[in-house]
């Protein structure tokens, strides 16, 4: 992705790739490290998912991008997007995958999609996903010769998904294709065609809500204080369902969120991650080589920079530690707070680390917090150091979201459609998005369309549009 012209930094003019880390590069740099490209395309969605939350005054927000293959989730936590040096390629529930020991965005991707088979064991019992229709042959409902049901057969099938202006009316849907492939799993069950639908839609909303717990809960965060902000083609349409049965107060579906992460990569700044291995005492921390090794790491991002356009003043440094129990074989990274009184070089850039000895105590305490939240406890044995990290930045400019003009009356619903829901079949109002102005509110059940996205607000569920055009769904109350 391209990115703006920024003080010191990269010009329209130029060209970038997105990184795993949640920044950007030159083409030059990228031929060379090609590992620091991976999921560079599902990072972009979690940077805008920050930058929303920004724009709405919230800190703290879960992204879940959900495409045709799979639900991929990250979360953010005041402001800044979380990474690991353990992410694992080809990872599944059954198999370990392969570590990547580069910064990577934390991210959490299940196989269940829009194009996520349905089917069932030997044991009679049903599943969606891993295994999915792809594109080509793609769910039934394309017409293609897919004959096995998919998560967008059932959308289709529960009137949740409007066969007549599927990406815009582009595609044509073939109802009847769908009915066919929910049948073959609809006749082993004994059920109804709309009914085994709507079974494959609460099994499969239990499965992507099942990676959110897997940022969350699992990492000793509570999902109901977070902002959950859904894109990709089926975020909107899943959202307010996995919302619901979590507890999470808020859903933001985004505008043009099929095309999220886009938009999210044209917010990256230019970044350098430099990483040292340094097994030390915590108490010894600070004595011995370890200045000038972080001196050199200075040196090291801000020269990787300075080659890529960038300005040395318009570069932000921030230093983490990864650390440890004594004893222990995993590390938790910790930011590390500025610490006075180091010079190293002549002139350290802002926010260098200083003195070791003056801050241990902030340092051993942040440790302890951050371990009892992801383990559950702390303990008073000795801490040891394992791992330096200092990630450099320059800021691009980034594009700025317009204001959505006010709301003026009523918005008339384009027309009214029997869609599916737990309770029966309702007859709901179906709205065009570009037809509602800001301030404007709904309250379900309702559906929005617009070209490339369809979002789903269930029955007890409230939305409204924010000065920006975000769909704001509060789940409070929803059955």
Request: net charge neutral; no cysteine; glycine share 14%.
């Amino acid at each position: 992705g391209g990115a703006g012209a920024a003080s010191g930094g990269p010009t329209a003019a130029r060209r970038y790739l997105m990184q795993s880390n949640g920044g950007i590069t030159t083409f030059t740099r990228g031929r060379r490290l090609p590992i620091q490209l991976v999921e560079s395309g599902p990072v972009g969605g979690v940077t805008g998912a920050a930058a929303v939350g920004a724009l709405l005054g919230e800190g703290d927000v879960i992204s879940l991008d959900i495409g045709g293959t799979t639900a991929k989730t990250s979360l953010v936590e005041g402001g800044r997007v979380k990474l690991t040096g353990d992410y694992r390629i080809e990872w599944t529930p059954s198999n370990a995958g392969y570590p990547i020991k580069v910064p990577t965005v934390d991210i959490v991707e299940i196989g269940a999609g829009g194009g996520s088979i349905a089917w069932i064991d030997e044991a009679g019992g049903l599943h969606v996903g891993p295994r999915s229709a792809g594109a080509v042959p793609g769910p039934a409902a394309y017409g293609q010769g897919g004959g096995e049901p998919t998560v967008t057969d059932a959308n289709f099938l529960t009137g949740r998904l409007n066969p007549k202006f599927y990406l815009g009316g582009r595609l044509p849907v073939d109802l009847n294709a769908a009915r066919r492939a929910m049948a073959t799993v609809a006749d082993r069950l004994g059920l109804g065609t709309e009914e085994t639908a709507l079974g494959i839609l609460r099994l499969a909303n239990a499965r992507m809500a099942q990676a959110v717990r897997m940022v969350s809960v699992r990492r000793g965060y509570d999902p109901r204080r977070f902002n959950l902000i859904a894109s990709g083609g089926g975020g909107p349409l899943h959202a307010a369902s996995i919302a619901a049965g979590l507890g999470v107060r808020r859903v933001v579906i985004p505008n043009f969120p099929g095309h999220f992460s886009g938009w999210g990569m044209l917010l990256s700044s230019l970044r350098h991650d430099a990483l040292r291995t340094w097994v030390a005492p915590l108490e010894q921390a600070g004595e011995g080589d370890l200045q000038p090794l972080m001196a050199e790491m200075e040196r090291e991002t801000l020269d990787a920079l300075v080659t890529q356009g960038v300005a040395p003043e318009s570069v932000q440094l921030r230093w983490q530690a990864e650390l440890r129990y004594q004893g222990q074989e995993h590390a938790v990274p910790v930011d590390l707070p500025p610490l006075a009184g180091r010079s190293p070089a002549a002139e350290p850039p802002t926010g260098s680390p200083g003195s070791w000895a003056a801050n241990r105590k902030e340092v051993r305490r942040r440790f302890d917090a951050a371990h009892e939240q992801a383990y559950g406890y702390r303990l008073e044995s000795p801490v040891e150091l394992v791992t330096l990290h200092l990630t450099g930045e320059s800021p691009v400019s980034a594009p700025r979201v317009p204001r959505l003009p006010a709301h003026r009356g009523d918005a008339a619903p384009m027309q009214h459609r029997r869609v599916l829901f737990e309770e029966g079949w309702q007859e709901t109002p179906i709205f065009r998005r570009t037809d509602l102005g800001a301030g404007w509110r709904g309250f379900g059940p309702l559906v929005i369309e617009e070209e490339a996205s369809t979002t789903l607000v269930l029955p007890g569920q409230q939305l409204e549009v924010d000065p920006f055009g975000h769909l704001l769904i509060e789940t409070e109350g929803a059955r």
